[in-house]
């Protein structure tokens, strides 16, 4: 059975920055690509990053590129999301998802509270 368990979410200040940690189990971590997702209060879920298997190809959601990072340990089963100059507008709750391609998720972590304030 899949588990994805995030961490790293909190309170920040726009303009200041968190990182996200998700540990990975349960299936072969390096076989499949990873990525991020948020819902905000009222909205509906949406892609924020992705990462291939090897970690070579990165997809970010537009929103994002240029203050996001997504990256991946494969000998540590993590993935991570480096979240720079956080806006108000990213405040969210940040899901890790697994596989099978770039932007789709067969499995969801429980997700972490990200909260920006201005």
């Known amino acids: 059975q899949v588990q994805l368990v995030e961490s790293g979410g909190g309170l920040v200040q726009a303009g200041g920055s968190l990182r996200l940690s998700c540990v990975a189990s349960?299936?072969?971590?390096?076989?499949?690509?990873m990525g991020w997702f948020r819902q905000a209060p009222g909205k509906e879920r949406e892609f924020v990053a992705g990462?291939?298997?090897?970690?070579?190809?990165?997809d970010y959601a537009d929103s994002v590129k240029g203050r996001f990072t997504i990256s991946r340990d494969n000998t540590k089963n993590t993935v991570y999301l480096q979240m720079n100059s956080l806006k108000v507008e990213d405040t969210a709750v940040y899901y890790c998802?697994?596989?099978?391609?770039?932007?789709?998720?067969?499995?969801w972590g429980q997700g972490t509270q990200v909260t920006v304030s201005s």
């Open positions: 998802t697994m596989g099978p391609i770039l932007r789709q998720a067969d499995y």
């Open positions: 990462i291939s298997w090897s970690g070579t190809t990165t």
């Open positions: 349960g299936r072969p971590f390096s076989g499949y690509p």
